[in-house]
């Protein structure tokens, strides 16, 4: 994935992002989160679009100043240092805070982007429905093919086990009906892959 999917009024932002987002594969990571924003716009079209994709483009930002060695125990089911997670909410607004200034992109309330950050991972309940979207087209990249490729790098899992993993852990918490129903969706089309795979080597 390229580029080439951002709004004109995004590509600076991405253009100075990007140079925090190679870590944990961040980079495409928020362009594939971007894209799923950008199809849950769609189907609600009373959120602001100024605010959640330069939300998106830059929530993940901060991990760039969380040591790579500790990234594992982040995230997932048995994460032992859940104290990262906020860590890095804090260094992204700071990160995000001057890309913003800097550009001052129009049409963009730069406080109210930088809040969404702020709490994207931590604060499990939306303050509004920019924020919903947010969190859910961050979640939803997990049922994206990179995204259970790359978890199941994280944690040596298996494509059946992540998946299953997402099933319990992350479908309970999207917030939006169409984020339901994308994560949905990836989920079916994950398992039937996993499994036609299956037939094919036959397993």
Same mark, same amino acid.
């Given at each position: $994935?390229?580029?080439?999917?951002?709004?004109?009024?995004?590509i600076?932002?991405w253009n100075?992002?990007?140079?925090?987002?190679d870590?944990?594969?961040?980079?495409?990571? @928020?362009?594939?989160?971007?894209r799923?924003?950008?199809?849950l716009?769609?189907?609600?079209v009373?959120v602001?679009?100024a605010t959640?994709?330069?939300?998106?483009?830059?929530?993940?930002?901060?991990?760039k100043r969380?040591?790579?060695?500790l990234? +594992?125990?982040?995230?997932?089911p048995n994460? @032992?240092?859940?104290d990262l997670? &906020?860590?890095h909410e804090v260094?992204g607004?700071q990160?995000?805070?001057?890309? !913003? &200034? &800097?550009?001052r992109?129009v049409?963009?309330?730069?406080d109210?982007?930088?809040?969404?950050?702020d709490?994207h991972?931590?604060?499990?309940d939306?303050?509004?429905?920019e924020?919903?979207?947010?969190?859910?087209?961050?979640?939803?990249?997990?049922f994206?093919?990179?995204?259970?490729a790359?978890?199941?790098?994280?944690?040596d899992y298996?494509?059946?086990?992540?998946l299953?993993m997402l099933?319990?852990?992350?479908?309970?918490?999207m !917030?939006?009906?169409?984020?339901?129903i994308?994560?949905?969706? $990836?989920l079916a089309a994950? +398992?039937?892959?996993?499994?036609?795979?299956?037939?094919?080597?036959?397993?």
């Amino acid at each position: $994935m390229t580029a080439d999917t951002l709004l004109t009024r995004d590509i600076p932002l991405w253009n100075d992002a990007k140079t925090f987002l190679d870590v944990r594969s961040n980079d495409v990571h @928020t362009l594939t989160s971007y894209r799923l924003a950008r199809a849950l716009l769609a189907e609600d079209v009373r959120v602001d679009e100024a605010t959640v994709l330069p939300a998106i483009l830059l929530h993940d930002v901060g991990w760039k100043r969380i040591d790579p060695a500790l990234l +594992r125990d982040a995230v997932g089911p048995n994460a @032992t240092r859940p104290d990262l997670v &906020r860590e890095h909410e804090v260094h992204g607004v700071q990160i995000a805070g001057e890309i !913003l &200034r &800097r550009h001052r992109p129009v049409g963009v309330d730069i406080d109210v982007v930088l809040a969404i950050i702020d709490r994207h991972d931590t604060l499990k309940d939306a303050t509004s429905p920019e924020d919903a979207l947010v969190k859910d087209a961050d979640k939803a990249w997990r049922f994206s093919p990179h995204g259970v490729a790359t978890i199941s790098g994280w944690f040596d899992y298996e494509t059946d086990e992540t998946l299953a993993m997402l099933e319990d852990f992350v479908m309970p918490t999207m !917030l939006t009906n169409a984020g339901r129903i994308m994560a949905r969706a $990836m989920l079916a089309a994950g +398992r039937a892959q996993a499994q036609s795979e299956h037939y094919l080597k036959g397993i």
